[in-house]
C-alpha cells in the first residue's frame, strides 16, 4: 500500500464549478502538507501548503487537513480552464522535510 | 519560471550506456534535489544535496549518483540504462537546511527515454 494515495481522475468539470481533489495517506507521521500543480511538460509549482491540521485560503484556493482522519483536501472555485492541469498532493514529516512523498496526481479538465 | 535550469529538456539513448543530467538551482539556493517521474510510480524523491554535501536519499538505485559542486549546481548520473529508466527527471532547489519546510521550486525536467 502506498503511504500516500490519490484518484489519478481524470476529472472533467465546466467552467466555474467547484472542484474537489483529496488525498489519503497513512503516516500520522506527517506534518506539512502541500499540493502541487503541474501543466503538461512542465515542472510541480506550489500552489499552497498547510502545517498540521486546519484549512488555508488563497483567492479561489482552498487547502484542507485533518489529520484524524489522514486526509486532505483542496477547493477550486469558479474553476476556470487555465485552472487544467495535474494536480499533486505531496507530505513530508517534520523531521525529514526533504522527503516529500508525493500523490500520483489527478488529472483535471475543466471545459469551458 | 522559476528560475531552476535543467540540461538537456531531451535525451535519448540505448540501454546500457551512461548519461549525466545537469541541474543549476536559483540562484541563492544550496539545496538540490532529484526527483523520478514515471508513469507506474509517479514523481519520486532520489536524492538532496545541500551546499557540496548529501543530506538524504530516497528511492536511488545504486546504478544512479549524484554530486553538487563548489558552484552549487548539480549533476545526476545514470549508469547500466534499462528500459525502465525512461522517465522525466526533475531537479528542485530550496534555499534551507531540510530541519525546516522550505518550498522546493522545480525545473522545467529532462525527458529521458532508454531504446
Known amino acids: 500500500q502506498k503511504e500516500v494515495e490519490q484518484d489519478p481522475g481524470p476529472l472533467s468539470v465546466p467552467e466555474g464549478a467547484i472542484v474537489s481533489l483529496n488525498c489519503t495517506y497513512s503516516?500520522?507521521?506527517?506534518?506539512?502538507f502541500m499540493w502541487y500543480r503541474q501543466y503538461s511538460r512542465k515542472g510541480p509549482e506550489l500552489l499552497m501548503y498547510?502545517?498540521?491540521?486546519g484549512n488555508k485560503e488563497d483567492g479561489r484556493f482552498t487547502a484542507q487537513v485533518d489529520k484524524s482522519s489522514k486526509y486532505i483536501s483542496l477547493f477550486i472555485r469558479d474553476s476556470q480552464p487555465s485552472d487544467s492541469a495535474t494536480y499533486l498532493c505531496?507530505?513530508?514529516?517534520?523531521?525529514?522535510?526533504?522527503?516529500?512523498?508525493f500523490g500520483s496526481g489527478t488529472r483535471l479538465s475543466i471545459r469551458p | 519560471d522559476s528560475g531552476v535550469t535543467q540540461t538537456p529538456k531531451h535525451l535519448i539513448t540505448a540501454t546500457g550506456q551512461r548519461v549525466t543530467l545537469r541541474c543549476s538551482p536559483r540562484?541563492?539556493?544550496?539545496?538540490v534535489y532529484w526527483y523520478q517521474q514515471s508513469l507506474d510510480q509517479g514523481l519520486q524523491f532520489l536524492i538532496q544535496?545541500?551546499?557540496?554535501?548529501?543530506?538524504a536519499k530516497g528511492n536511488i538505485l545504486e546504478r544512479f549518483s549524484a554530486q553538487q559542486f563548489p558552484d552549487l549546481h548539480s549533476e545526476l548520473n545514470l549508469s547500466s540504462l534499462e528500459l525502465g529508466d525512461s522517465a522525466l527527471y526533475f531537479c528542485?532547489?530550496?534555499?534551507?537546511?531540510?530541519?525546516?519546510?522550505?518550498?522546493?521550486?522545480f525545473g522545467p525536467g529532462t525527458r529521458l527515454t532508454v531504446l
Open positions: 544535496y545541500y551546499n557540496g554535501e548529501e543530506r
Open positions: 540562484s541563492g539556493d544550496l539545496s
Open positions: 503516516n500520522s507521521a506527517f506534518q506539512y
Open positions: 498547510t502545517y498540521s491540521s
Open positions: 505531496a507530505m513530508t514529516p517534520y523531521s525529514s522535510a526533504s522527503k516529500i512523498i
Open positions: 528542485a532547489s530550496s534555499p534551507r537546511r531540510d530541519y525546516q519546510y522550505n518550498e522546493q521550486f
